[in-house]
């Protein structure tokens, strides 16, 4: 069609989804002026590079495993016991885009009731009213809008996933260390599944007292702050 404003004509051909046609200067593509051609006689380095524009940019990485290996790890080490524990139930989103990292937000959500300990009446007091109340606060959740500090090794890279910690509807803004890897083409070896997997390693802590779990009670037990560590993988199937 003809721009009335600029003169410029745009390309109609599917084919050509990022190209351009001048009157005086002929059809360009990313910004290379070629001559009109029939789209059968696209040389084979262009043909290529097609699919690799095509498919760039953010993808959207499900964090809901079908194996259920996503599992988060937690412990409290208090004077006269250490509470060891893991919960599987995660699911969540991340959108990433392996060109603009820092751009790379989601949310992650870890269903309460999921947490485990060995004993179950520590269990129980945990699921209860008085601790997590998981009845009425089902679900943990971390959101963030953006990497900082962003550092690549290799296929890895290291940064600061910079959001918020929600727990028994308390909400506070947290800076969280993760490592980051991309791996194209590798969901397949995992999932049986075609596609990408984006794998997400943590270690950070909070403390119960800023969440309003029982601030400041039964410390030589159940310790204030508690360590989390995380291996999760995400999958963006093709």
């Not at 208090?78 to 885009?97: P, R, T």
């Not at 060995?118 to 959740?141: A, K, R, T, Y």
């Not at 800076?175 to 999932?191: A, D, F, H, T």
Request: with cysteine; glycine share 8%; charged share 20%.
């Amino acid at each position: 069609r003809d721009d009335l404003v600029t003169g410029v004509q745009t390309c109609a051909l599917p084919i050509w989804s990022m190209c351009y046609h001048t009157p005086t200067q002929g059809l360009h593509f990313f910004d290379w002026p070629i001559p009109f051609m029939n789209p059968l006689s696209i040389s084979l380095p262009t043909a290529l590079l097609l699919p690799l524009f095509a498919f760039a940019g953010s993808k959207s990485f499900d964090f809901k495993d079908p194996k259920g290996v996503n599992t988060i790890i937690f412990q409290m080490d208090a004077l006269l016991e250490s509470i060891n524990g893991s919960g599987a139930g995660i699911s969540g989103s991340v959108e990433f885009d392996p060109e603009e990292p820092s751009q790379t937000s989601g949310v992650i959500l870890l269903d309460a009731s999921s947490l485990r300990v060995d004993n179950p009446v520590l269990q129980e007091h945990m699921h209860g009213e008085e601790w997590l109340n998981v009845g009425q606060f089902p679900s943990i959740e971390f959101s963030f809008s953006q990497l900082s500090d962003v550092k690549r090794s290799g296929r890895e890279l290291s940064a600061m996933a910079e959001g918020k910690m929600t727990i028994r509807n308390t909400t506070i803004k947290m800076k969280v260390p993760v490592r980051i890897s991309y791996l194209q083409g590798m969901l397949e070896k995992r999932n049986k599944t075609p596609g990408d997997l984006l794998v997400v390693r943590s270690q950070f802590n909070v403390s119960r007292e800023d969440f309003g779990i029982r601030s400041g009670e039964h410390l030589d037990k159940v310790a204030n702050q508690i360590d989390i560590s995380l291996n999760l993988a995400g999958a963006a199937p093709y």
